[in-house]
């Protein structure tokens, strides 16, 4: 009876050794896979912070984009595209707000994007006519209507930081005229994910920088439906 007693209290001891040492690599599993969830987002932060950089050397410099409000899933990256049109062609989704250059291979270069706000949203085919850097900003009549404060600039509104139009302008055309639709640099990174403008689309000054650059006019652009 004794050593009958003395084994059940051994196999309890083990038992619960067992279980101690169960819980503990239940906890170090999870504690490791949050260090592993926590060192993906401090990667991807610190990748975001290299890409969204400040550019000093520009005409007018331009500061480093606060990436904190930015949602993450809007940060350049190539991915896997499917589509039949031919690399270099743009494809914007104002759906959702992404902007993709298709490359070789299947892959395409996404972009986070603002878009035109409901009731100015378009799709359809259109075309790069024509690329500016530091371009002077006119107001369309129709927005001087709507907002007169910016009648000041009907004469246009020259480059520089402050310019709507930004670092860098792809002008979309149709049929030779152009739209007054552009792809734009924006300097506001609370914009991105959402519907603000007229009609255009804005990147970030320093993804537009790098579209405008592997951009040449008459690439083609296609707008899909929001």
């Known amino acids: 009876m004794i050593m009958n007693s003395g084994n059940a209290g051994s196999d309890d001891r ?11 690599l239940a906890g170090s599993a999870v504690s490791l896979g949050s260090l592993g969830l926590a060192g993906c987002a401090s990667t991807d932060f610190a990748e ?74 378009w799709s359809g085919d259109a075309y790069v006519g024509r690329k500016s850097e530091w371009a002077t900003w006119t107001p369309p009549r129709e927005m001087i209507k709507r907002q ?17 139009l930004g670092a860098r302008t792809l002008h979309l055309y149709q049929n030779g005229a152009y739209t007054l639709y552009t792809i734009y640099a924006s300097s506001d990174p609370e914009s991105i994910g959402s519907g603000v403008t007229s009609g255009c689309v804005g990147l970030l000054s320093q993804d537009m920088i790098h579209l405008y650059a592997r951009t040449s006019v008459k690439t083609k652009v296609v707008v899909l439906p929001a």
Do not use: H, Q
């Open 14 to 24: 083990d038992e619960r050794a067992l279980l101690s040492r169960r819980w503990f």
């Open 48 to 121: 975001a912070s290299r890409l969204y950089g400040p550019v000093p050397e520009e005409k007018f410099p331009i500061p480093a984009v606060d990436v904190s409000k930015v949602d993450p899933k809007f940060y350049r990256r190539t991915m896997a595209y499917a589509t039949k049109e031919a690399p270099g062609t743009i494809i914007v989704d104002p759906g959702n707000y992404y902007v993709y250059r298709i490359e070789e291979g299947g892959n395409a270069t996404r972009y986070g994007a603002n878009v035109g706000r409901d009731g100015f949203r």
């Open 148 to 164: 007169p404060e910016v009648a000041k600039y009907a004469r246009g509104m020259p480059g520089g930081l402050e310019n709507p």
